[in-house]
């Protein structure tokens, strides 16, 4: 985009493994993982509603889940992921 600049994410406090947009700490980034799947969740810019990033980690098979809340985001990319033949978490 033209005019516009690069930005960073940065920690929130220690051990919260949570990171948000310098200057705008409502836009808010977390990233988990088990065995089998790395799920990064986006908050809105404005901190309102999810979007949800599952990876599966063997086979780098993707899906995507927008939700109003982070849970429920996070369920949809697993649950599409699944759907596509990628194995459920590791237990």
Request: with cysteine.
């Amino acid at each position: 985009m033209p005019g516009s600049r690069w930005g960073s994410f940065v920690a929130d406090a220690e051990g919260a493994h949570v990171i948000h947009q310098v200057g705008n700490p409502a836009h808010r980034c977390r990233v988990e993982h088990d065995g089998a799947t790395l799920l990064v969740h986006l908050s809105g810019e404005d901190g309102d509603g999810w979007t949800a990033l599952a990876v599966d980690r063997a086979t780098r098979r993707w899906a995507v889940g927008q939700a109003r809340t982070q849970l429920a985001a996070a369920t949809r990319a697993v649950d599409l992921l699944r759907e596509q033949g990628a194995p459920g978490p590791a237990g």
